[in-house]
């Protein structure tokens, strides 16, 4: 057996250069995001606030009321915020604490190998809803100007690229802040113009729906659940978050106050505007809606709202579409070039009838969603940390699959399976809830009878010969760039790689 020492490590504490530079457009998408790489707390408030601005919580609170009534839909929302609330409280602070991304996050519950599908699966539907917001701007600007809606929609995603190449707090914080109050203006106008031209529609409150086999409050409980795609989201986002601020983002930035305004104004706001023109809710509703009340103004509030939301859409589609493509395709490209591909991919949807499918692809993906979610959490209560307050996540102390894998694939498949099905309507629509309850139950049995996945090894860990984990850099052999040590490992030949590179070591 060799005796000989381990190669020294090469620490520094200040941030490489060459990192910080890679940093302001690649964000640190496939490594641990290092303190001084935090945003303060409003610069962070201000990006993930473009999650506030979509249409599309105007149309599902439309939907909702539609199919519930408007007082049921009311409570579905009020448990939603608080929901959305508890969950996000829980996953912002763990993100922040960990400066772990979804992918980075899945490499513990999933194993190296099996995480590899929630980036893909986040792309997915980060892409889908950045079609869907994509197409309101593109079929508002064709009901005003006219012209050929391919044009429109080539225009809509082209625009959009640029703004999303800069990263969190390079540029998007920036950008949001400034368009914020174009925003809130807009909506405030729409709803006195809609008054003034069309007179208050007394009943908008007390408008019922004809009743179904679920009480409507959880109907539109359920409706809201399809988007839990946002709690993904929040751990992207909330990487970024400091310490220090951890309880004001917990609460305010990605908690009930931001849900509040998101589901509950936006929401309201859309009921009362379609009742309003007595316009029944469908995709492109909203937009009559708001080209009938405002005329150009309304155009250009559609503009600044779908030009908020695509830049949170784009940015996480084209960042795990880049962690997904590193880990599986072994393909290593700059982000820019993957929002191109993200932008691609949105443009060639949008060619086809994505209206008509949109809906149905959502729900699957919602299913794996749903599933990655309640496994998060309960691997966070109960599991928690590996060592120094953090998740394994360095790819050579994992399993290749581990139980929670299989947890996750078997929980999604039921959940679909239900989704599908047409011979019990009830378990269709709670399949949501039925998902997230298997997902949670059996990873907790994967917990307590399955085999750790974290490994042990014979190399010695550079956490250990470093004084603080989060300060000291270590350059990495492979790509000879420094990070924190909280992400670097040796080799089986004690070489020192950094995350992203050890997860290239076959």
Not at 168 to 197: E, F, H, Q
Request: contains cysteine; charged residues 15%; aromatic residues 12%.
């Amino acid at each position: 057996m060799s005796t000989t020492p381990d190669p020294a490590l090469e620490v520094s504490f200040a941030d490489d250069p060459r990192v910080v530079k890679e940093a302001a457009t690649e964000d640190y998408s496939t490594h641990v995001v290092p303190l001084s790489w935090r945003s303060g707390r409003w610069s962070l408030a201000m990006a993930w606030g473009a999650l506030f601005s979509a249409m599309f919580w105007l149309y599902v609170a439309v939907t909702s009321a539609d199919a519930v009534g408007t007082p049921a839909t009311v409570v579905g929302m009020a448990l939603s915020v608080l929901t959305y609330g508890v969950v996000n409280l829980v996953l912002s602070r763990y993100a922040a604490r960990t400066g772990l991304t979804v992918a980075l996050l899945s490499r513990r519950l999933f194993g190296v190998l099996g995480s590899a599908l929630a980036p893909l699966i986040f792309a997915a539907t980060a892409l889908y809803y950045g079609v869907f917001e994509g197409s309101i701007i593109a079929v508002a600007f064709q009901k005003y100007f006219g012209g050929d809606i391919r044009i429109w929609y080539l225009a809509v995603v082209l625009y959009a690229l640029p703004l999303v190449i800069g990263g969190v707090r390079i540029w998007l914080d920036k950008l949001n802040g400034v368009l914020l109050p174009l925003y809130v203006a807009g909506l405030v106008a729409v709803v006195v113009m809609a008054t003034v031209k069309r007179g208050y529609p007394h009943d908008w409150l007390h408008s019922a729906a004809a009743g179904g086999a679920l009480p409507g409050w959880l109907t539109s409980y359920l409706i809201y659940m399809g988007v839990w795609i946002m709690m993904m989201y929040t751990i992207d986002y909330a990487r970024f978050g400091r310490a220090e601020d951890q309880g004001f983002h917990a609460n305010v930035t990605f908690g009930w106050v931001f849900y509040l305004c998101t589901f509950a104004v936006n929401g309201l706001i859309g009921i009362y505007l379609l009742r309003a023109w007595h316009i029944a809710g469908s995709e492109t509703g909203v937009v009559d809606a708001f080209l009938h009340t405002l005329g150009f103004a309304g155009v250009a509030v559609i503009f600044v709202s779908q030009t908020r939301i695509n830049t949170a859409n784009y940015y996480l589609a084209s960042t795990n579409l880049e962690a997904f493509a590193a880990r599986v395709l072994r393909v290593r490209l700059p982000r820019a070039a993957w929002v191109a591909v993200a932008g691609a991919i949105a443009y060639l949807l949008m060619l086809t009838d994505v209206l008509g499918y949109l809906l149905r692809a959502l729900a699957w993906q919602g299913v794996f969603v749903t599933a990655w979610v309640a496994i998060a959490l309960v691997h966070i209560a109960v599991r928690g940390a590996d060592r120094d307050g953090l998740p394994e996540f360095r790819p050579l102390r994992l399993a290749p699959i581990t139980a929670g894998a299989g947890s996750w694939v078997v929980a999604s498949a039921i959940g679909i399976t239900l989704t599908e099905q047409t011979a019990h309507a009830v378990l269709a629509q709670l399949a949501p809830l039925v998902t997230v309850a298997l997902a949670a139950g059996l990873y907790w049995l994967a917990l307590l009878f399955g085999p750790d996945p974290v490994r042990s090894t014979t190399s010695s860990d550079p956490r250990d010969e470093v004084e603080d984990i989060w300060e000291a850099r270590v350059r990495c052999h492979a790509c000879d760039r420094s990070y924190v040590a909280v992400e670097m490992d040796r080799t089986a030949l004690h070489q020192v790689v950094c995350s992203a590179c050890a997860a290239d070591s076959r």
